[in-house]
């Protein structure tokens, strides 16, 4: 008989992920979070007696395959997708209309669910910048580019946000979200669109007619260096979508580890490739950092490892669960609000294994499944901490001289007066 999880395990789960949302708040503390050793140094004393704890009690079976099979292809996937579009400059100055700053969003909001939610804000945000440097009323911008391009535009595949890539190493289909959830991904993007649409144009007709002249005079061609790239985030995503179980059958369960981790040995070949074939001032000019994606590994260690005993707690508690959660509209806030406030990943993991049809499923249109994702997608946009790229653009635009709202403000102002309403909405029409 396997032994059983006790509660009290799941306190450095909790403040792992408390950590996460508090730390950067508070005034000092805040500083030192910002160095990535010092996440990485909360990462491991947290984690590691959690890991001892599992392999004395006989359950290092289960610590191994959470780090080796569904940590190891996480972290992986993200560094290729941000090295690969890290490696493509966008520059110009493009003249800030309403309905040009809008195709902006548009676009990173097409790219976001095949680029990643991080590839696609990366990639977009300097230009938006450069776009909009001369116009008055700006934030605003900044605020929709978050909840449409870093956060909802990546629902429709595992590319597209990290909880929906483990959902997939779980069982889910590359093409599930696409075929299930795109009507859930239009209107989303399309109510948004329409908002910010709305709002700019409101906005533009107040801008100091002197603000729209050099808007006007400074405008510049648009420019794009290390194309090369392209064909290298190609190869992520194709790699993602066929080097599996289900196109080679010998990395399935019970093939040796090195075979079971093939797509992740390519993804570590595409990573050279792209460095190696581009140009160094291509990075340069783009301020490419390997700071973000050092900070999700040091950050990602810790909630794996703490995150093992919280899934097998939760396992044993499943019926009791299930007695209080029964309805797929309760996940999506169930989901969604911890998302906000927490990680979106580790706790779409969670409630996937509350979830009464268990396991995902891959070939029908289940509504847990399908709550779950637009919860941890979706949701992450109304707080700064709700998914990674959001606090990565706020301190872009701040670096550019854009006041952004403090934490409360940006929920206060924008997050729920504007994408709540419009999740509620989109709740009600699909789940």
Known sequence: METLIPAWLLIPFAVMLLSIAVLPLLPKVGEWWEENRNKLLVSLLLGIPVAIWLCVNGLSEHLIHQMVYDYVPFILLLMALFVTTGGICIRGD????????TIILAIGWALASFMGTTGAAMLLIRL????IQQRKYRVHTILFFIAIVANCGGLLSPLGDPPLFLLFQKGASFGWWMQNMFGEWLVTGILL????FCVDTYLYKKEPIVNLMADVHEATKVTATGLINIFWLLCVIASTM????????????GAPWYL?????????????????????????????????????ACVFLGIFCTMTPALMFLEQMKEQIQAVLSEPWQYVYCTGLLSAFLDNAPTAMVFNSMAPTGEVAALAADPFLK????GAVFFGALTYIGNGPNFMVKSIAEQEGIKMPSFFGYMIKFSLIVCLPIYIIVQLIFI
């Open 94 to 101: 493009l003249k800030a209309t309403p309905t040009t700053n």
């Open 193 to 196: 669109l329409l908002v910010y």
């Open 260 to 296: 079971r981790l093939l797509r992740e040995w390519v993804f570590i070949l595409i990573i050279l490739a792209s460095w190696l074939t581009t140009k160094k001032e291509v990075r340069v000019n783009n301020n490419y950092s390997w700071t973000p994606i050092l900070e999700v």
């Open 371 to 374: 709550a779950i994702s637009m």
């Open 242 to 253: 066929f080097i599996n179980a289900t196109y080679i059958p010998a990395m399935g369960h």
């Open 128 to 131: 938006l910048l450069a776009t």
